[in-house]
């Protein structure tokens, strides 16, 4: 069985600030947003589109992702606990790359849904 993602954790949550990445690139492709609902959940930022597997810890969210970065696959992982202010702080990795910690605030889901990831055949697609 599953273990369900504790309320606290649960829900959306707009990306605000990375220690690694310029923070005014965050939302290139709308609203920087990670969800972690247990179920379909989804990470927008910068030009990353990804699908997010999350599971509850002893200390908080810890998660993995899968997607592409502009039109390149890639992946990683992650985690977050709840700060005292009731934002999300975690760090987001990239599998053989960069890693950075991140600030996220409580959101909404959003009204139009989370673009899927593209494939790398769709950056050929774009430019015929």
Known sequence: ???LIPSEYRGWWRIVETSQWVNDGLDDLGPALISLTGTGDRL???TLLAYVDCKATKSGVSFTW???WEFDQTSGSGRVTLGKDGRLRGVIR???G???RFIAERSVE???PIQQPPSYRDKWRKRW
Do not use: F, L, N, V
Request: aromatic share 0%; charged share 45%; hydrophobic share 30%.
């Open 1 to 3: 069985m599953q273990e």
């Open 44 to 46: 927008r930022m910068h």
């Open 66 to 68: 899968e997607g592409a």
């Open 94 to 96: 990239i599998k053989d």
């Open 98 to 100: 960069d890693a950075s």
């Open 110 to 112: 959003p009204d139009e």
